[in-house]
């Protein structure tokens, strides 16, 4: 599903991400930690090709990030770290502009979503809480049931009862075999959700493996800090 090669990208003398390499497979949860600045966000505009890499490569679903970016895109469930939308427009038009633009009739499944979340399509974005327009980002990058979801920061702003329900709906397309790339510091979720891991510090790998074998909740300052390697 991803698949990258020495990923590089620099902007300038500022650090971005280096020499990256990573494999998620079909059908699993693949963590990716890091503080705020660490390369987390900058690898998954890179692997959308929403940024050309400086060198390395990546494949998303087969597809070259930077020759077939708009493929990547139309297929990908991706959910960005903040929920930004028009704010005169209705959460009902923005989840039917998010499907038209895959050339999908999503009115069945997205329908199903809005039920599960609790989300009024009727209601103006500018209207909705921090919490909603999340509801909204969530139905976007789920209604046409991708073979991957890209998330990143997925939970942030969510209260308890809806992050049980967006984690029911993702375990639910796992089983029907789709991989999850997951971006997060909350390591409570990467260690109960994911099944692989790997954590990042200043744009470097640092750890990889199994969740079991890691133990991130408990040790994951030891992996930051070098004190214990994979």
Same mark, same amino acid.
């Given at each position: ?30 963590g +990716? ?13 890179? /692997? ?14 087969? /597809? ?18 903040e ?33 599960? /979340? ?11 809480? /921090? ?55 909350v ?33 994951? +300052? ?9």
């Amino acid at each position: 599903m991803i698949k990258t090669t020495n990923l590089t990208k620099s902007y300038g003398r500022a650090r971005g991400i280096t020499d990256l390499t990573l494999h998620v497979p079909a059908g699993s949860c693949f963590g +990716f930690i890091g503080p705020n600045g660490a390369g987390k966000s900058t690898t998954i505009r890179t /692997l959308l090709g929403l940024i050309a890499p400086t060198a390395g490569r990546a494949e998303v679903l087969g /597809l070259d990030c930077v020759r077939d970016r708009t493929a990547i895109l139309a297929q990908v469930g991706y959910m960005p770290s903040e929920a930004m939308f028009y704010p005169e427009m209705r959460s009902g038009e923005v989840i039917r502009l998010s499907a038209d633009l895959r050339k999908k009739d999503c009115r069945r499944e997205a329908a199903g979503l809005l039920e599960a /979340l609790d989300l009024d399509p009727r209601k103006k974005i500018r209207e909705l809480s /921090l919490g909603n327009r999340k509801k909204v980002s969530i139905v976007c990058a789920m209604q046409h049931r991708p073979a991957l979801y890209v998330l990143d920061e997925p939970t942030s702003g969510l209260d308890p009862l809806v992050q049980r329900a967006f984690w029911s709906l993702l375990e639910e397309r796992r089983r029907e075999g789709a991989a999850v790339f997951l971006s997060s510091h909350v390591l409570y979720e990467v260690q109960r959700y994911c099944d692989r891991a790997a954590i990042i510090r200043e744009g470097r790998l640092v750890a990889e493996g199994a969740t079991a074998e890691l133990d991130i909740e408990n040790k994951f +300052f030891d992996y930051y800090e070098g004190r214990i390697t994979t």
